[in-house]
């Protein structure tokens, strides 16, 4: 009895000072952030540092939110529950967390939750909450929203919300940023937003919105609806000054030019991809009225900075339409459907910097003296311009880039002399144009480029390409020694090169793809290039002299399709297989080699010492020959040599 009484008691005793190890958090702490997402967790940990400012719960199993665990995190600034499962949320769980400033509940099932017809409870200090993707109907949202106070940034993006009510944020009248992205919304309901007096941005972008007629949020300084259907914008005939300054229009299908407040600051608009026939404000005939027009000039566009209305169907542009836009930077009217477009005196457009005219159905083209004074970049690619005052471009003090491809224009060989009259040519002149460092005149059906013809532009680029047939005289490059980097020449027929690219001693980029090129020749040693491109052409292999001097700068090779000697020129292949040398399209660059009486095939990179050590038997037999010949040659003279000895000797003895 005695022993069993101590036996139990040791037992006991070992049970009594046994502690299981307590488990250790999955989460990471970085000072007073905790980091548990990802974790598969299913709960909210209950033994987390005391004091913390942010909780990441994001993508993991929760489904519930329950007090018990997170009532005891009081001290929480950001709560982040992205991607979880929950759909159900105990009322009231926030009320405690008077700390919390950002919740974030993106990414859940929280329509579950709403279909309970329950109020989440008091948000008393969040000012920003995500309730993205939830799957959340009309009114839904309305059981987050009744009492946030503080909201102030709110997003609704990529539910199924078809109408908003006067009553929808009614409980959050602080808010200052609200996004709808990505609804179904059909229907906004008169006052809606009024009770929102800081209301500055609204996202309705990506809905199913069709008209907006008396627009009357004055306080807006952004608004998107863009991926709408609307076919009207209208604001109220007000007196009020908007604070407006970007609105987004794109995607929509309005037929005519909105009616925008009569006094606001809007910088950007964009009205691409509508259905623009013109920019009359309503249905017109295409000339439109006086009273139409002066309706133009009323709209207040003087702030404008950015005016985007490429892919409409617009015929023609009345210089009217920018008369107040003294502070225009950037107007693209690309893709539409434009025969003619002049600035003239009286709408000179002097600060703007960016045009893009392409793509349109351009014939006529011009600018007239001390207009677009400011203008750097200028986009003409996809019309039909052929006759062009020669000088036009002289005309355009600042112009850095001239996109020209696709047209029917041809190269002058000097600069004409400039005309105060424009004056038609059937060539345009691209010389002595001080600012200009970008050209591309690709696809012009151009056959011929004159000696010097840009002389005195110090283009950095230069595009030539697709034009089948095309002649480069000897000194078309003549004054781009040190200012061009890059060159294309694609797709153009060319049998050899004229002109010598060596002499462009900072040139870093040419291509020469698509042409019919039997040698690559540079005689100077001291090339810049390092990207090459030399696809599809006729080479068989790169001269010597050109390999030496690529083997300094070259980094990247382009030589497929090209009908190659493997064997030919060794440090051409060595350059080939160089590590220092990136060939893109090394798996499709092949070679020939002859083995016996047969060309063979190959990859080049596959090409080893032993494939080229042994000439083939052609070689061979021109090397005995000229081995034979020289022994021959050789002996003879030796044998001559020594029969004249002899003589010599002979001929002595015999007088002695």
């Known amino acids: 009895m005695g022993a069993s009484f101590w036996l139990i008691l040791i037992v006991v005793n070992d049970v009594a000072a046994f ?35 942010k909780l990441d719960l994001s993508r993991n199993l929760l489904q519930n939110l329950t007090q018990e665990v997170l009532a005891v995190y009081t001290s929480v600034h950001h709560l982040n529950l992205h991607s979880n499962k929950i759909h159900f949320i105990q009322p009231g769980i926030f009320n405690g967390l008077t700390n919390l400033q950002v919740l974030d509940l993106s990414r859940n099932n929280l329509d579950a939750f709403a279909a309970l017809k329950k109020d989440v409870g008091r948000l008393t200090s969040v000012e920003t909450l995500d309730l993205s993707d939830n799957g959340l109907y009309t009114g839904m949202s309305d059981y987050f929203l009744r009492d946030a106070p503080a909201l102030m940034n709110l997003s609704l993006d990529g539910n199924s919300l078809t109408k908003i009510d006067k009553s929808t944020f009614a409980g959050s009248s602080a808010l200052r940023k609200i ?8 229907e906004i309901k008169e006052g809606a937003f009024e009770s929102l ?31 709408n259907s609307l076919e009207l914008f209208q604001a109220i005939d007000i007196d009020t000054e908007y604070e407006l300054l970007y609105l987004d229009l794109r995607e929509n299908k309005i037929p005519y030019f909105p009616v925008l407040p009569k006094m606001n600051r809007l910088m950007y608009l964009d009205l691409s991809r509508n259905r623009l026939r013109g920019v009359n404000t309503s249905d017109t ?13 009323q709209q207040d566009l003087s702030q404008l900075i950015y005016l985007d209305m490429s892919f409409n169907q617009i015929r023609s542009l009345p210089s009217v339409f ?24 009286e709408t000179p457009l002097n600060s703007l910097k960016t045009l893009d005219l392409s793509f349109n159905a351009m014939q006529n083209l011009s600018f007239e003296h001390n207009t677009l004074l400011s203008l750097e970049v200028l986009y003409l690619q996809g019309n039909y311009l052929n006759l062009l ?37 059937k060539c345009v002149s691209f010389s002595s144009i001080p ?12 056959e011929y480029v004159p000696q010097k013809a840009f002389y005195g532009s110090p283009l950095q680029v230069l595009d030539l390409a697709r034009n089948p047939g095309i002649f480069i005289h000897e000194y078309a490059f003549s004054s781009l020694e040190t200012s061009l980097t890059h060159l294309t020449l694609k797709e153009n027929n060319l049998q050899s090169l004229n002109t010598d690219l060596s002499v462009l001693i900072n040139l870093r980029f040419v291509d020469l793809s698509t042409n019919m090129l039997t040698s690559f020749p540079l ?28 083997e300094g700068t070259l980094k990247t090779l382009y030589v497929s399709s090209n009908p190659l000697s493997c064997c030919i020129n060794p440090r051409f292949l060595n350059m080939v297989q160089a590590s220092n040398v990136k060939i893109p399209d090394l798996a499709s660059v092949t070679c020939l080699y002859t083995r016996g009486s047969k060309n063979v095939e190959m990859n080049i990179a596959n090409v080893l010492p032993e494939h080229c050590k042994t000439l083939d038997s052609k070689s061979l037999n021109i090397l005995i020959v000229v081995v034979t010949s020289v022994g021959l040659i050789v002996i003879l003279v030796v044998a001559f040599k020594l029969c004249h000895m002899k003589r010599r000797r002979h001929n002595s003895s015999f007088k002695a």
């Open 19 to 53: 502690k299981p190890p307590q488990q250790s958090s999955p989460c990471e702490v970085v000072q007073m952030d905790v980091f548990c997402n990802d974790k598969n967790l299913r709960s909210i940990p209950d033994k987390l540092p005391p004091g913390i400012q």
């Open 179 to 186: 996004h709808l992205h990505n609804n179904v919304i059909l």
């Open 197 to 227: 007096n800081d209301l500055t941005e609204l996202d309705l972008s990506m809905n199913s919105i069709t008209c907006i007629t008396d627009f009357n949020l004055s306080q807006l300084k952004l608004l998107n609806l863009s991926k």
């Open 285 to 297: 005939t295409e000339e439109g009225s006086l009273k139409d027009q002066d309706g133009l000039s």
């Open 322 to 345: 920018f008369d107040r836009m003294m502070l225009l930077k950037t107007l693209n009217i690309s893709n539409n459907c434009l025969e003619t477009f002049s600035v003239s005196h």
């Open 389 to 425: 005052d020669s000088s036009i471009f002289h005309r355009l003090p600042r112009i850095r880039e001239l996109h020209l491809q696709q047209n029917y224009l041809s190269i002058c060989g000097s600069r004409p002399q400039v005309s105060q009259k424009p004056h038609h040519h």
């Open 435 to 446: 600012t200009l460092r970008y050209l591309s005149l690709s696809g012009n059906s151009l």
């Open 523 to 550: 005689s100077n040693k001291d090339s810049s290039i390092e990207i090459l491109n030399l696809r599809n052409n006729g080479l068989i292999t790169l001269d010597y002299d050109t390999v030496v001097a690529l």
